[in-house]
């Protein structure tokens, strides 16, 4: 069973910048990707930023130039640091991890909560 934690959620102002963490543990063979995705009140769950093993990446446009995803893959960690936040970044963040342990899986933390303020 693979577990999947995230830290470094907030309430900052407009502007401000944050770093999400993500932390990925079990018994992993091998990661492909990992993601940062988020869910505001009453939307449905986006993609925000992925990064393959090789380190191909991909963002949302909504966020391109602001948030930068990274990985450490020694570690099974994920970050994403977050600048000049806006009002609509505020949501629930959760990272996702698919890879192969004893089988292919699936993961997602239990979410961390960005809150943006004016």
């Known amino acids: 069973q693979v577990q999947v934690v995230e830290s470094g959620g907030g309430l900052v102002q407009a502007g401000g910048s944050l770093r999400l963490s993500c932390a990925a543990s079990?018994?992993?063979?091998?990661?492909?990707?990992m993601g940062w995705y988020r869910q505001a009140p009453g939307k449905q769950r986006e993609l925000v930023a992925n990064?393959?093993?090789?380190?191909?990446?991909n963002y949302a446009d909504s966020v391109k130039g602001r948030f930068t995803i990274s990985r450490d893959n020694a570690k099974n960690m994920l970050y994403l640091q977050m600048n000049s936040l806006k009002l609509e970044d505020t949501a629930v963040y959760y990272c996702n991890v698919r890879g192969r342990a004893y089988r292919d899986f699936d993961s997602w933390g239990q979410g961390t909560q960005v809150t943006v303020s004016s």
């Open positions: 990064i393959w093993r090789g380190g191909t990446t």
């Open positions: 079990g018994s992993i063979s091998s990661i492909n990707v």
